[in-house]
């Protein structure tokens, strides 16, 4: 082979690959093939699990507006502390809560009035409320709202010129409000609620006898 051949087949073959280069040259920048997509899942929502029986306690504060419709005395605000059982059943679709709650607490809610010569004992040491729950699931907690109709036991006295003279009665009417609850666990859960219970007593021989309850209270439930 010459000297000639020999530097010649190399600079051929140089010469045909800048060829074959120059249409992509000639297009400029090529543009990457694009990253694949990757499709994220649609969240799932999680509930907390509600549904079910439970049983639980309750300590409370209550003020109760009585307004005695006879004598001198005008209205007067008893006040005093309870301590309840009670128990309910709770059933869930979706983030919905609905149940039915009942409660029997004893209380010391007392007070007396004097006016003009008259003076007006009021004390209420027994109260239950039978209601419905309507409670929102948000995990572990569930605000709801609830109401029913209520009970009490209420004794009254009432004294002036002519004497004095007492009376029991049994209070019916009705109660509402609203609360959350909050599960710590799956067993237990721990709430707070305002219940506004308004009852309609009689006191024998006088008159009627209004009552206007606010009542706030906190508690713990087992759950089963």
Do not use: C
């Amino acid at each position: 082979m010459t000297m000639t051949k020999k530097f010649a087949l190399p600079l051929l073959a140089g010469l045909i690959g800048g060829a074959a280069a120059l249409p992509a040259l000639a297009g400029g920048y090529i543009e990457p093939a694009p990253a694949p997509v990757v499709v994220q899942p649609e969240p799932v929502l999680s509930y907390g699990n509600w549904a079910g029986g439970y049983v639980g306690a309750n300590v409370g504060w209550n003020d109760d507006k009585a307004d005695p419709d006879f004598g001198a005395t005008g209205s007067m605000t008893a006040n005093g502390e309870s301590f309840g059982l009670g128990a309910g059943y709770n059933w869930q679709s979706g983030a919905w809560v609905y149940g039915v709650e009942g409660d029997i607490s004893t209380a010391d809610i007392s007070d007396s009035e004097t006016s003009g010569g008259d003076e007006f004992e009021s004390k209420i040491d027994t109260m239950a409320t039978l209601r419905g729950r309507v409670g929102y699931d948000m995990g572990n907690w569930m605000p709801y709202v609830t109401a029913g109709v209520a009970a009490a036991k209420a004794d009254y006295s009432f004294e002036n010129a002519a004497g004095r003279s007492s009376d029991s009665d049994t209070l019916t009417g009705y109660t509402a409000g609203f609360g959350a609850e909050y599960k710590i666990n799956d067993k237990w859960s721990a709430k707070g609620e305002y219940l506004y219970t308004k009852f309609d007593g009689r006191f024998e021989g006088e008159g009627d006898v209004d009552h206007d309850v606010n009542s706030l209270r906190l508690g713990m439930n087992y759950h089963f």
